[in-house]
């Protein structure tokens, strides 16, 4: 498998993001609904990187600085036909490198409560992540779960 910056540009990109967004629509109210769409990923201050195993593009994931020390973890999808074989693993722990590259010293992220979200959040204390109050711009709600590492 191979992780490279991705500049959002292909549509198979695209079209693997707008599924993810619509998901994640489907799963969570409006208002619990933080999925960043095609256009908020290419504003500065974020870094998107694509999976791919051969061709085939595998999973997705970016990084969002918050401030000089604090990054947010955003976008993590990993294929339907790839899930729980080892992509989001990878790119998480290419993440996780590249913030700490970047001088970040934590790195926080929001994900759902609902079961649906139970492995992403398993596989997130796995590599260290641990509950937290929100942060940045978001407010406590009950369909979220906050978690954060220091780096």
């Known amino acids: 498998m191979k992780i490279a ?3 959002l540009s292909g549509p198979e990109i ?32 974020i870094t998107f990187w694509s999976v791919r195993d051969g061709d085939a593009l595998v999973g997705c994931g970016a990084l969002k600085r918050l401030d000089a020390d604090h990054a947010e973890l955003k ?9 729980r ?12 490198t590249e ?9 926080s992220l929001e994900t759902g409560t609902a079961e649906f979200f139970l492995p992403a959040r398993k596989l997130y204390e796995k590599f260290g992540f641990v509950q937290c109050e929100p942060f940045a711009d978001y407010q406590p709600d009950p369909n979220s779960a906050f978690m954060t590492r220091e780096l």
Request: no cysteine; charged share 25%; net charge positive.
């Open 85 to 96: 074989s080892g992509v989001a693993s990878l790119l998480l722990e290419h993440i996780i």
């Open 5 to 7: 910056t991705d500049d």
């Open 75 to 83: 976008s993590m999808r990993t294929s339907a036909a790839r899930k």
């Open 99 to 107: 913030a700490k590259r970047g001088g970040f010293t934590r790195l």
């Open 14 to 45: 695209a079209a693997f993001l707008t599924e993810h967004v619509r998901q994640m629509q489907s799963i969570s109210p409006p208002e619990s609904k933080h999925a960043l769409d095609l256009e908020a990923l290419r504003k500065p201050g």
